[in-house]
């Protein structure tokens, strides 16, 4: 499959699914966390807090990029505010990149619907070191799709189709200039029991860098991720899903390889009353 016909793909992904969408649903997997290189369209529920930490590591070098994110709910399912700190290494130094707040709205369903969409808008802030490319040198925003939908008791999709706008990034040598990001994925998850589900994730990502004062030009990256995930679940309402996964470059980044570790943990923050 060309680049071209996975785009195809993906963008149409999220309608027909709605399209297909029955009256009755599923029911939903007992593992419901995001994907290790995307999102799944589940807002947090009332009273409960995750952690999630990722590490991802390319073969034949020393650079990383490991994040720690926080998900919040705010007064109930339907709105979620999350912040993500990344930690970035490249050229054997490392440090802060740029910090992401995110507000994701609940529009259609829940983790206990067969489909399920909840649209993200997200600001980007200028924490990262520009001159070390560990940041954007500039304040952007970004808006995702999430669709989520229950295929089967076995088998559950996700989609996410996004745009990002920086307006004056800078490279390393100080250059301005506007760049736009698209990106497109999907990822496929099987319960294959209870508490443990291989899942296979494919992203697409077309970005604009600075190559000169306000000039700019594309760069395309193409990851196939199969990866496992597992569940420990607790008396208490602690849920701790470690992973990991092996992103594979194909297309135009071919030969790129890795490993990408995931830790989620999830449980209350407050008492809610029982009706």
């Known amino acids: 499959m060309t680049p071209g016909n996975l785009l195809i793909l993906l963008a149409l992904s999220p309608a027909v699914?709605?399209?297909?969408?029955?009256?009755?649903?599923?029911?939903?997997?007992?593992?419901?966390?995001?994907?290790?290189?995307?999102?799944?369209?589940?807002?947090?529920?009332?009273?409960?807090?995750?952690?999630?930490?990722?590490?991802?590591?390319?073969?034949?070098?020393?650079?990383?990029?490991?994040?720690?994110?926080?998900?919040?709910?705010?007064?109930?399912?339907?709105?979620?505010?999350?912040?993500?700190?990344?930690?970035?290494?490249?050229?054997?130094?490392?440090?802060?990149?740029?910090?992401?707040?995110?507000?994701?709205?609940?529009?259609?369903?829940?983790?206990?619907?067969?489909?399920?969409?909840?649209?993200?808008?997200?600001?980007?802030?200028?924490?990262?070191?520009?001159?070390?490319?560990?940041?954007?040198?500039?304040?952007?925003?970004?808006?995702?799709?999430?669709?989520?939908?229950?295929?089967?008791?076995?088998?559950t999709t996700h989609v996410n189709a996004g745009v990002a706008f920086t307006p004056s990034a800078r490279n390393p040598a100080g250059n301005r200039a506007d760049v736009y990001a698209l990106t497109l994925a999907h990822s496929l998850v099987l319960t294959a029991h209870p508490n443990i589900q291989p899942l296979v994730e494919t992203v697409y990502g077309r970005d604009q860098i600075v190559a000169g004062e306000n000039k700019t030009r594309w760069t395309d990256d193409l990851v196939i991720s199969p990866g496992v995930r597992g569940a420990f679940n607790f008396a208490s309402g602690l849920q701790i899903v470690p992973g990991i996964a092996f992103p594979i470059g194909i297309g135009p980044s071919d030969g790129d390889r890795g490993v990408f570790l995931y830790l989620s943990f999830e449980h209350p923050f407050t008492k809610t009353t029982e009706k």
């Not at 304040?139 to 939908?149: N, Q």
Request: proline share 6%; no cysteine; aromatic share 8%.
């Open 17 to 155: 699914l709605v399209a297909q969408a029955p009256a009755v649903a599923l029911a939903p997997p007992i593992i419901q966390d995001n994907s290790f290189l995307m999102e799944e369209a589940y807002n947090q529920e009332e009273g409960i807090v995750q952690h999630i930490g990722t590490f991802r590591k390319h073969r034949g070098s020393s650079d990383f990029e490991a994040a720690f994110t926080q998900e919040w709910p705010v007064g109930g399912i339907t709105h979620q505010l999350s912040y993500d700190l990344p930690l970035i290494r490249s050229d054997r130094e490392s440090g802060i990149g740029d910090i992401r707040i995110n507000y994701r709205f609940q529009l259609v369903g829940s983790g206990l619907t067969q489909l399920a969409i909840a649209p993200r808008l997200s600001v980007t802030l200028p924490t990262g070191d520009w001159k070390r490319g560990r940041g954007s040198g500039a304040a952007g925003i970004e808006t995702m799709l999430p669709v989520s939908y229950v295929l089967s008791p076995l088998f």
